[in-house]
């Protein structure tokens, strides 16, 4: 049997054998119809007026599969959509609303167009091909159009399992880009001769010759994780031991588990740097798009040069290595699958140029390394990456590394020696700014996370409070955030704000650290006497979109808690992990999309060379759902929607905020082994 397939074995075999219960019907053959139904259908599309509109009202049935709007976009629109309404499935319940239903245990069992959303959910796509790509909608959102094309409506269900009733949609195009969004036809610094020296096909760990490299993307590895990810496509399990915890924690939030590993090729002497795959459920084991990408020894235009080589998997057939195993059948037609990549990554606006290159000895007819037979024209798609919403090379977060650089240079005001500031700022420019002295307008009032109620003596940006009291005259306050609900909090911050503004007119800058993020927006979503008191309001590494972590393992933070010392911890832990809920955290931004001031936020992010060992655990948990993380909150989770986004941190959660390198237990600090960052410097540069 193939190294893929088997591991899909023995991840069956063992989430069953840990005691989920579970129908992974993926498992079994023959569904494969079912899923194609599930699929976006343009056939089936009802088109609207044609004629140019910037809004459409209508009231979309709960049969509708995907209906054309008829609002022709073009690259970098704003758009808003709100949708009222209900719809009622006959084996539900409960009636839903735009945001869908809650996910079951029988959403396993289901083929939704997008994965981990609630059933009956309003979708949205632009552009009918299939490489369009739908994208969650519910009761409201407000995004910008990656690309150029029709707006469609849909809803998150299975085409033979529709609920009766409809939503009455608006949708209105707000703004228009302010810059060139369009797709170039010409890559500065990729010449043929680049081309040439990449060899043409992957290897096995046999040498035998594999898949032909077919695209390749020019730009950093942020860029690439970026990009795939924002096109839909999830990165591959590379070991049946990760595939085995990942598939159990997919169950446990109940989403189906499309990432299985796939076989380890070659190319450059090394194994992928990276595997992506997009496929539907229950079919991943036969039909699935999937690509590998290594990192190349050439630039273009100083950029890094990734190699990928796609292919479509449709099936099984015999490994002519072997008469007894069995492999995956590719789709021989292999250029289909290297336009589907390229389409589907084009759709997320985050590709700047595209064009084909014919290298001087092309190849057009070959086999895999199991014997599969492929053919192509033998041309190269090459894309250049363009600067994502979420790299600080956008002018806030340039602005903000510039600004963070300039106080740890120049001010120095954490102890000790520091390395390149590139070691703690995501990308920062080479300018470096002005620090004149911090005006005394405003005053700082901090709320921290889940951990304040554990650790007294080590307050989140201890040292730095304590710097700017001293050095710059800032009235800093640490309102107490106890271990229960946000909500709770929320309350007892909003009467901090409001009884401290009527004894001083000076206005906060309210900060939020992790669940502190979340406790400041129910306290501004509460009291419009608490938002008048607020200037702005900051997040660092804030929970704002909430956390796979609370859904997964509430119950183990308590075993957590006691092994590191910190049983002190008073309150109502599983109510505060409830409130950082992704589920909880999103239906609050939807009902609360605008806090009423202005809000500026910082993620943090790390890898396994300068994650803490009291974060490794989660830090690979969190792996599964993306790359950028930081061992307890995904990136994006971490940028307030619509806010000001300052960018990316290199830290973990606890290094960006908590100071445990000087706690007196000793325990806690070998726990805590990557902690050592500049934190005074980041609050300084926040404050400013």
Not at 153 to 174: C, F, K, P, W
Not at 352 to 365: F, I
Not at 437 to 464: D, H, M, N
Request: charged share 20%; proline share 6%.
């Amino acid at each position: 049997m193939n190294s893929s397939l088997r591991s899909h074995s023995v991840v069956a075999a063992a989430v069953l054998a840990a005691g989920a219960t579970i129908t992974w019907q993926f498992m079994v053959p023959g569904v494969s119809s079912a899923s194609r139904a599930a699929q976006p259908n343009t056939s089936s599309a009802q088109t609207g007026a044609q004629t140019a509109s910037s809004s459409y009202t209508a009231d979309l049935p709960g049969s509708t599969q995907w209906k054309d709007t008829g609002l022709d976009l073009k690259p970098g629109d704003s758009v808003e959509i709100t949708a009222s309404g209900k719809l009622q499935y006959g084996d539900a319940q409960q009636s839903n609303g735009p945001d869908g239903l809650p996910r079951g245990w029988k959403d396993l069992t289901r083929i939704l167009p997008v994965n981990d959303s609630g059933r009956g959910a309003l979708l949205a796509r632009v552009g009918d091909s299939d490489a369009a790509r739908p994208f969650l909608v519910g009761a409201s959102r407000r995004f910008n159009s990656p690309v150029a094309g029709h707006l469609f409506l849909g809803i998150n269900q299975m085409s033979s399992d529709t609920g009766s009733g409809s939503y009455h949609v608006e949708a209105r195009i707000v703004g228009h880009a302010a810059g060139d969004m369009s797709v170039g036809t010409s890559v500065p610094g990729f010449t043929r001769d680049i081309l040439d020296k990449i060899p043409r096909r992957n290897d096995d760990n046999h040498g035998n010759l594999g898949d032909m490299t077919n695209f390749i993307l020019i730009g950093t590895e942020d860029q690439v994780s970026n990009v795939f990810k924002q096109a839909g496509w999830v990165v591959v399990d590379k070991t049946d031991q990760d595939a085995v915890l990942h598939g159990l924690l997919s169950s446990l939030t109940k989403q189906s588990y499309v990432e299985m590993p796939m076989s380890i090729l070659y190319l450059f002497g090394r194994p992928q740097d990276f595997g992506f795959a997009l496929a539907e459920p229950f079919e991943v084991v036969y039909q699935r798009h999937h690509n590998r990408v290594w990192k190349s020894p050439y630039t273009a235009n100083g950029q890094t040069v990734w190699v990928g080589a796609g292919t479509h998997d449709i099936g099984i057939e015999r490994d002519q290595r072997s008469k007894n195993a069995i492999t995956h059948k590719i789709d021989p037609d292999i250029d289909k699958e290297r336009d589907f990549v390229s389409e589907s990554l084009i759709s997320t606006g985050l590709i700047s140029a595209k064009t084909y290159v014919t290298p001087s000895q092309p190849l057009t007819e070959a086999h895999t390394a199991t014997g599969g037979s492929f053919h192509s024209d033998g041309r190269v798609v090459v894309m250049q990456l363009r600067n994502s919403s979420t790299s600080s090379s956008t002018p806030q977060g340039a602005a903000f590394g510039a600004l963070f650089c300039s106080v740890l240079e120049k001010e120095h005001p954490d102890a000790g020696s520091w390395g390149p500031c590139s070691d703690f700022v995501e990308s920062p420019p080479a300018d470096r700014v002005a620090l004149g002295p911090i005006p005394a307008s405003y005053r700082l009032a901090i709320v921290p996370g889940v951990l304040s109620a554990c650790t007294g003596g080590i307050p989140a940006f201890k040292e730095g409070q304590e710097h700017l009291r001293s050095s710059h005259g800032i009235t800093v306050d640490l309102i107490p955030a106890p271990n229960r609900s946000s909500a709770d909090n929320g309350k007892d911050i909003a009467k901090f704000l409001r009884d401290a503004y009527r004894k001083d007119r000076h206005k906060f800058i309210l900060l939020g650290y992790s669940k502190g993020a979340p406790d400041v927006m129910e306290a501004l979503a509460s009291d419009p006497d608490a938002v008048a008191a607020v200037a702005a309001f900051v997040t660092v590494a804030g929970a704002i979109g909430g956390s796979p972590i609370a859904e997964l393992i509430p119950a183990k933070a308590q075993g957590w808690l006691q092994s590191t010392n910190l049983m002190e911890c008073q309150g109502d832990l599983n109510a505060a992990l409830h409130s950082l809920r992704r589920d909880v955290r999103r239906d609050f931004l939807a009902q609360h999309p605008n806090p009423g001031v202005p809000v500026y936020s910082v993620a943090a992010y790390s890898d396994r060379t300068n994650t803490s060992t009291i974060l490794l655990q989660t830090w690979q948990i969190m792996n599964g759902y993306g790359p950028r993380n930081d061992g307890q909150l995904e990136f994006t989770d971490a940028i307030y929607p619509g806010g000001n986004d300052l960018g990316g941190v290199r830290a973990d959660h606890f290094a960006v905020a908590m100071p445990f390198e000087t706690a007196a237990d000793g325990k806690l600090q070998s726990f805590a082994n990557h902690n050592h960052y500049p934190r005074t410097a980041l609050l300084e540069a926040l404050l400013r």
